[in-house]
């Protein structure tokens, strides 16, 4: 059995099963999709882990470094990005 970091990186190095991630999360199925794939993490694990992530990923430095908003280079009002792509508005 998978545990929530292997999983993770699995999903960030796949784009199909990063798109299957994003769904699962925005439709509320993320506990279908850990079984799927083998990771004893739970739904609320799985949240407090990507947000951690998310908190980790950017220092003060990075984060004045970036152009038009978002990691994924876009503003707030026009960001279309899901959990995945690590954008901070989501």
Do not use: Q
């Amino acid at each position: 059995m998978k545990n929530i970091e292997a999983l993770y990186k699995e999903v960030m190095e796949n784009e199909a099963l990063k798109a299957e991630f994003a769904t699962a999360y925005r439709e509320g199925n993320v506990s279908e999709f850990l079984k799927k794939h083998d990771c004893d993490a739970t739904a609320e694990e799985v949240s407090e882990y990507v947000n951690g992530v998310k908190d980790e990923a950017l220092s003060l430095d990075d984060l004045d470094n970036v152009a038009g908003g978002g990691i994924c280079g876009m503003s707030k009002e026009s960001c279309t990005c899901d959990v995945t792509c690590g954008c901070f508005y989501v």
